[in-house]
């Protein structure tokens, strides 16, 4: 079939490094089917999983037998994050990099977390494992002894700071700072997810200009709220780590528009609509977005550096949502790179055409949007993955074959900067 573009944008397939699509276990919140339904429609292509399922993934043969569940219900290629647990870490020693290249850790407590590594001495053996191994270690870096301090000073548990519904920012600040002297001690190569504050981002923006092996992730979300929309999103906005304040979110724009931040990761994080009609502070934390990550990030790109074209907006998009991700992972070369006839993974794009999100135009299980109400300043006409259309705007509710694969990968590369060319 031939497809006409029609002055539309064309960009590489693009790759989220971060999605919990709660398999298995947890997939009354979410499934394979909608979640990579949801990808396809955001123009997302591969997707790298999350770990902290029921059970979670903690070995390589865990990723194998994950990859058998998947297979045959995902429209969209995958590979795993590891996962790791802190009283025996030794898994990490065996893995292959067809079974993974990177590490998760949670630095702090989560219902979904329970391979939450607080433990100096754990830490020490994991980023010397890893180290070893070959894998990057991608951090949840949030610090659980700041919060009990917290607690114990002001008597009222998980209630230090209001707006920052649990999890106030120094918790998020004093851990960046801990890993950066687990990297300085180990050289192991780190990513750490979901950068929220100014703080954290000069931190790991000095680091890696003084030569440490650091790299980082922002969110569509930390990019495009702020504690006041917190406040009046709710529970939905509920997260970890919290939704900070407007000069981290300045802070959070500068590292992506100068090229500091490495990846952006949507922390497709869907709970049910019921979990989050609980009160805020009950509430679980996290919210979809790996529908809304693309044209959330364009809209927040075209406000936030009016002066710059479209063109150079969606060039960076596919450096940060598809070569970096490729580089950091060890991910097939010809992925997250415009290359269509060799692995042709691509997404029409529509810079001209704002459209307002709904819950009902959502794809993820949970079928709401923190975005409800939002206008996005550009649209996902159609993906294509490896010479399949996945996706058609022009078709609505129609998906392509679910026929996504589990990716092979070469051991990554470790510099501390991912390479830094524009759409090849
Ligand atoms: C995530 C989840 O629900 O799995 N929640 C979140 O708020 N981000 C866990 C996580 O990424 O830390
Ligand atoms: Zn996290
Ligand atoms: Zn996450």
């Excluded at 499934?31 to 790298?48: C, F, K, L, M, P």
């Excluded at 610090?143 to 998020?172: M, Q």
């Excluded at 693309?294 to 998009?317: K, Y």
């Excluded at 042709?344 to 135009?361: I, K, N, S, Y």
Aim: hydrophobic share 40%; glycine share 10%.
């Amino acid at each position: 079939r031939t497809v006409d573009g029609g002055g539309r944008y064309l960009l590489p397939g693009l790759i989220d490094s971060h999605v919990h699509f709660r398999t298995p276990g947890l997939t009354y919140k979410e499934d394979w089917e909608h979640g990579s339904r949801a990808a396809a429609a955001g123009g997302v292509t591969t997707v790298i999983d999350m770990p902290n399922t029921l059970p979670p993934l903690l070995d390589p043969a865990d990723a194998a037998r994950k990859a058998a569940m998947v297979q045959g219900r995902s429209l969209v290629d995958y590979r795993f994050h590891l996962g790791v647990a802190g009283d025996d870490p030794s898994p990490l020693l065996d893995a292959t990099p067809r079974e993974a290249t990177s590490v998760k850790v949670f630095l702090a407590g989560h219902h979904t977390a329970p391979t939450v590594v607080r433990d100096p001495a754990s830490l020490t053996r994991i980023f010397g494992y890893a180290r070893e191994s070959g894998l990057r270690v991608v951090l949840h870096a949030e610090d659980d002894g700041v919060f009990e301090l917290l607690d114990s000073w002001t008597g009222a548990p998980g209630r230090y700071l209001d707006y920052e519904r649990v999890r106030p920012r120094s918790g998020a600040i004093v851990a960046v700072a801990k890993v950066l002297e687990l990297v300085r001690r180990h050289g192991t190569a780190v990513h750490v997810l979901h950068v929220s504050t100014a703080e954290e981002a000069d931190l790991l923006a000095a680091a890696a200009h003084a030569g440490l092996p650091v790299t980082f992730e922002v969110t569509p979300h930390h990019l495009s709220f702020t504690a006041a929309d917190s406040a009046r999103i709710g529970a939905r906005a509920r997260l970890s780590p919290a939704i900070r304040h407007e000069r981290d979110q300045r802070r959070l724009w500068e590292a992506v528009l100068a090229g500091q931040a490495a990846t952006i990761g949507s922390d497709h994080a869907p709970h049910t609509r019921e979990e989050k009609l609980r009160p805020v502070a009950d509430a679980p934390p996290g919210l979809p977005g790996v529908q809304e990550m693309l044209p959330a990030v364009f809209t927040g790109m075209r406000r936030h550096a009016p002066w710059q074209s479209p063109g150079t907006h969606l060039e960076l998009i596919a450096r940060l949502l598809a070569a970096n991700p490729a580089d950091l992972f060890g991910i097939d070369g010809r992925k997250g790179r415009l290359l269509p006839g060799r692995d042709a993974d691509f997404v029409l794009f529509d810079a001209d055409t704002p459209w307002m999100v709904t819950g009902a135009a959502m794809h993820s299980k949970c079928g709401w949007s923190a975005y409800e109400g939002w206008t996005m300043a550009g649209q996902v006409r159609l993906t294509v993955r490896r010479g399949q259309i996945i996706y058609d705007a022009d078709a609505p509710g129609t998906f392509g074959p679910p026929d996504g694969r589990w990716l092979d990968a070469a051991r990554p590369a470790t510099p501390a900067h991912p390479t830094r060319g524009a759409v090849r």
